[in-house]
């Protein structure tokens, strides 16, 4: 009895880890743009084409450059 339950417990935890863990779903991006994703924060945003991406961590801040 004790064996199924923690064998249902960790099917929900797998199965609400996976609703979590899909990308959103984002519009196609404006010509000349394409999305940078920081899941981390819970963000996109739009990085024109010829432009540089970078993402930093330090400490408890994450950061996301677009230059």
């Known amino acids: 009895m004790l064996r199924r339950l923690l064998w249902g417990l960790c099917l929900a935890m797998i199965a609400i880890h996976q609703v979590e863990a899909a990308p959103p779903k984002v519009p ?16 996109f945003f739009l990085q024109p084409d010829g432009w540089f991406a970078k993402k930093e961590r330090k400490g408890d801040t994450e950061a996301l450059f677009i230059t």
Request: aromatic residues 12%.
């Open 28 to 43: 196609a991006p404006p010509h000349g743009f394409r999305w940078v994703g920081a899941p981390e924060m819970g963000c």
